[in-house]
């Protein structure tokens, strides 16, 4: 058990502690070994990026870009009056 493992373990929040939890239990009911990312923490790493990171970072920020929104919105014909 790789001390390191645990303590990014007890961070993780939703959908991977979720996913890590179970992972943890299934082993545990069928008695059999602990998979390689819970006793190498590089190994960890790896999964945790191979399953929850971003798979196209290029689309996601487009995305993000073009949903911005200002609070108020009269605000924005000021700002693109003030700018013509």
Sequence with gaps: MDSVV???????????????????SHVASKGGRLPEWFTDHRVFQQELKRLFDL?????????????????????????????N
């Excluded at 645990?6 to 943890?24: C, H, N, R, T, V």
């Excluded at 970072?57 to 693109?80: C, F, W």
């Design 55 to 83: 798979h196209d970072p290029i689309t996601v920020a487009m995305t993000s870009l073009e949903n911005l929104r200002y609070r108020d919105s009269g605000k924005v014909t000021h700002y693109t009056i003030d700018f």
């Design 6 to 24: 645990m303590f990014a373990l007890s961070y993780l929040k939703g959908l991977p502690q979720d996913w890590f939890q179970s992972e943890i």
